[in-house]
């Protein structure tokens, strides 16, 4: 079963305008990490953030975690057509390194 | 430095048959996971190689089994396949399963099975 579950499932927005989505999970983590998937093909790392870290920045990419929720966002900032993708976030036990993915949040930025 | 390399890209097989698909870790890499993903959903684990043994599992029936060699490559095999087998396999390397927890992980592009 999936681990996490990314709100919304689908985002359509203007190029320009920022786009945030949201992942929950259930269980304790050690991390929580968020990817994107261009077309079906392989997945990109995009940013990790431990579970002791509140927020994270990279370029246009802001990541915020909240333990006490189990919920962590994704903020992309000034988006770009190029950021069409789907992007899932993934969390990490503490041991063992394996993953669990949620359904993904499927962007579509309209240049 | 060449990253996560999966063969092959495409493959279409028939039910009941056996596949075997491969991958190569990234440079220094010595871990690899394996995940399925199927059309619309995210990634779900299968199992995961270290030190050429199985080291963690996910809920997948013993059809799915694989190898890691001691170039740290590895291979998923899925005997008696089934339609519902159909989906895109990932490959994942990263160094150092026992190491500190929250190493990224990267993927290689995916081998898309069709099952028919």
């Known amino acids: 079963s999936q681990q996490g579950e990314e709100d919304p499932q689908a985002l359509s927005i203007q190029e320009g305008e920022n786009a945030t989505m949201n992942c929950s999970y259930k269980t304790s983590i050690n991390n929580l990490q968020w990817y994107r998937q261009n077309s079906g093909r392989g997945l990109v790392h995009l940013i990790l953030i431990r579970s002791n870290e509140r927020e994270k920045h990279s370029g246009r990419l802001r990541v915020t975690l909240d333990t006490s929720k189990k919920s962590s966002s994704l903020l992309i900032t000034a988006s770009r057509a190029a950021d069409t993708a789907s992007y899932f976030c993934?969390?990490?036990?503490?041991?063992?390194?394996?993953?669990?993915f949620g359904t993904g949040t499927s962007l579509t930025v309209i240049p | 430095d060449a990253g996560v390399t999966q063969s092959p890209t495409h493959l279409i097989k028939t039910r009941g048959q056996q596949v075997t698909l491969r991958c190569s870790p990234k440079?220094?890499?010595?871990?690899v996971s394996w995940y399925q993903q199927a059309l619309g959903q995210g990634p779900q684990f299968i199992f995961q190689y270290y030190e050429e043994e199985e080291r963690q599992r996910g809920n997948f029936p013993d059809r799915f089994s694989g190898h890691q060699f001691p170039n740290y490559s590895s291979e998923l095999n899925v005997n008696a396949l089934l339609l519902g087998d159909s989906a895109l396999y990932l490959c994942?390397?990263?160094?150092?399963?026992?190491?500190?927890?929250?190493?990224?992980?990267?993927f290689g592009p995916g081998t898309r099975l069709t099952v028919l």
């Open positions: 994942a390397s990263l160094r150092g399963i026992g190491l500190v927890a929250g190493v990224t992980q990267y």
């Open positions: 993934a969390t990490g036990r503490k041991t063992g390194n394996q993953f669990y």
């Open positions: 440079s220094g890499h010595d871990t």
